[in-house]
Nanobody, 125 residues
C-alpha cells in the first residue's frame, strides 16, 4: 500500500511563495507518475501539475503555468510543488496523487490510483 503525505502548506500573502512536498512510502515511487491537484470550497478538484516517473514529461494546468514548478527526487521518494506569485484564487486544499505508469502523465483525477490527505494553502489579499 502506497502512502502519500503532503506538507508545506500554510498562510501566505498574495505575491508570496510556498513549496509543497509529498513524501511517499513503498517501493513504487520511481515507477509512478505523480501529480498535484487542488480543491477549493464548493469547487471541483482541479489539475495543477504532473510529472512522469523519469521527469521527462511535465504538464501544468493553465491557471498555474509560469508560476508553479513541479519536480521530483526519486532517491528521496518525494515530489515537490514550488508555487510562486501566489494569488488569492490559489487558495485550496492541495492533494498529491500517484499512479504506476511507464511513461506519460494524466491530467484527470480518475487516472490516479492513490492520494494523500491534502494540505491547506491560503493566500491572503
Amino acid at each position: 500500500q502506497v502512502q502519500l503525505v503532503e506538507s508545506g502548506g500554510g498562510l501566505v500573502q498574495a505575491g508570496g511563495s510556498l513549496r509543497l512536498s509529498c513524501a511517499t512510502s513503498g517501493r513504487t515511487f520511481s515507477s509512478s507518475a505523480m501529480a498535484w491537484f487542488r480543491q477549493a470550497p464548493g469547487k471541483e478538484r482541479e489539475f495543477v501539475a504532473a510529472i512522469s516517473r523519469t521527469g521527462i514529461s511535465i504538464d501544468y494546468g493553465d491557471s498555474v503555468k509560469g508560476r508553479f514548478t513541479i519536480s521530483r527526487d526519486n532517491a528521496k521518494g518525494t515530489v515537490y510543488l514550488q508555487m510562486n506569485s501566489l494569488k488569492p484564487e490559489d487558495t485550496a486544499v492541495y492533494y498529491c496523487a500517484g499512479r504506476s505508469a511507464f511513461r506519460g502523465v494524466g491530467v484527470t483525477a480518475q487516472w490516479y490510483q492513490y492520494w494523500g490527505q491534502g494540505t491547506q494553502v491560503t493566500v491572503s489579499s
